[in-house]
């Protein structure tokens, strides 16, 4: 880390402060999806303390090895849930902390560490409404509200998401494109 708190390594900067944005807008979405996983797994902590892990660093603390060992818990429970909703909830909360980490790459996979707990919380909401596409759609509509213009700033270094098969990456894809748009800009929250 540079003396400005910039993460120096990659294709271009980082600030702490994008970081935190970024980390800020996918843990919003993984909050609000976790109980689908906690219904579903009572018993198992390792989404909420990702969580935990990702607000402690949004809150100011400095990312350690803390955000990185939640994130792989939570994805290894995603792996173990019943449900994809279940499933989801637990990626976008292993999401969350790693978005402290997230990578100053120009490569389109980095894409999905910023906006995939977003299509999935997206994806989550279609399924709690036996697969109305509009639940969707809204539900990326209110994405698109709560991603500010540090979080678009921080998109537009990174090539466009790749347009994958599954409901996700196509919901996710569809964010992407949108804040890429001139007129994307909206309230940050």
Partial sequence: MGPSGSVVSGDFELTMDELR??????????????????????E????????EA?????????RTRRQRVASLDAHRAARSAPTEA???AARSAGDAASAAYLHPLAQAG??????RAAASAARVGELGADGDPDVA??????????????LRDVLSRYPRADRGTSRVARLMSA????LRQPDAAGPSS
Avoid: M, N, Y
């Fill in 44 to 51: 198992d902590p390792r989404p909420r303390e990702a969580i």
């Fill in 175 to 178: 964010l992407d494109e949108s």
């Fill in 86 to 88: 279940a499933r989801l």
């Fill in 110 to 115: 980095q894409v999905g560490h910023i906006l």
């Fill in 137 to 150: 759609e809204a539900l990326l509509e209110r994405s698109r509200r709560w991603a500010g213009p540090v």
């Fill in 54 to 62: 990702a607000r402690a660093f949004i809150d100011g603390e400095r």
């Fill in 21 to 42: 944005a970024v980390a800020r807008f996918v843990t919003r979405h993984a909050e609000e999806v976790l109980p689908v996983f906690e219904r579903s797994v009572p």
